[in-house]
């Protein structure tokens, strides 16, 4: 199947400071990226569709200001965690689909596990 | 979208076959059933779809009642590896722009 990778796979960081996650799809192109997040114990949840070329959609309750995403090309979205604190800490994860070959499914990222201190 | 219902958790005997259910009663007809699985602290995986036929892959195997109303995940020969979370979801498929949106999901363990 289609590859998703995300980088970095984990980060630690201090209270205050910014994080850039990377999502890719590999061997396919991606017009929409979502992004998710999810805490111990509980489900995936929707944070975000990332637009190659354009500004993203966020769900409700999530700050636009404060997770900023970036689909510059076909293959690459960036979610920034901007001035993080603890309670960002989370798995994000990415997924991207429906490019040529992969059929009606979308395919996941490995995740990127963020811990703020 | 419609929503699906699964049973909290669920064990089975490593080597048996693994059934997991799942109630859509809500499902429309251009609705496909996807299944996905989490393994701890992975990203989900992409198991099997289906629209109205039983569908069989190297992975697992689909069974959609004939009402469309439920469905049912069968891994033929579970294995230790198999003990996961796994997610049952109906979406209109249309490629790329279809999001899938998590429920709790299946904890399946797979003992020996």
């Known amino acids: 199947g289609a590859v998703v990778s995300q980088h970095p796979s984990w980060v630690i960081c201090k209270s205050g400071t910014s994080v850039k996650i990377e999502c890719r799809s590999l061997?396919?192109?991606?017009?929409?990226m979502f992004w998710y997040r999810q805490f111990p114990k509980q489900s995936l949840m929707l944070m975000a569709t990332s637009n190659e070329g354009s500004k993203a959609t966020y769900e409700q309750g999530v700050e636009k200001d404060k997770f900023l995403i970036n689909h510059a090309s076909l293959t690459l979205s960036t979610l920034t965690v901007t001035s993080a604190h603890p309670e960002d800490s989370s798995f994000y994860i990415c997924s991207a689909g429906g490019g040529a070959g992969t059929g009606k499914t979308q395919y996941f990222g490995p995740g990127t596990r963020l811990l703020v201190l | 979208d419609a929503k699906t219902t699964q049973p909290p958790s669920m064990d089975c005997a490593e080597g048996r076959a693994a059934n997991l259910p799942c109630n859509h009663s809500?499902?429309?007809?251009?609705?496909?059933v996807y299944w996905y699985r989490q393994i701890h602290s992975q990203g989900p995986q992409y198991i099997i779809h289906g629209l109205k036929n039983n569908e069989t892959n190297e992975m697992a195997s689909l069974i959609i009642t004939e009402d469309r109303k439920s469905s049912t995940l069968i891994l033929p020969h579970a294995t230790l590896r198999d003990t996961a979370v796994y997610y049952c979801i109906v979406r209109v498929g249309s490629g790329g722009s279809y999001i899938p949106t998590f429920g709790r999901g299946t904890s399946l363990i797979v003992h020996p």
């Open positions: 061997d396919f192109q991606a017009t929409t």
């Open positions: 809500t499902i429309s007809g251009n609705e496909y």
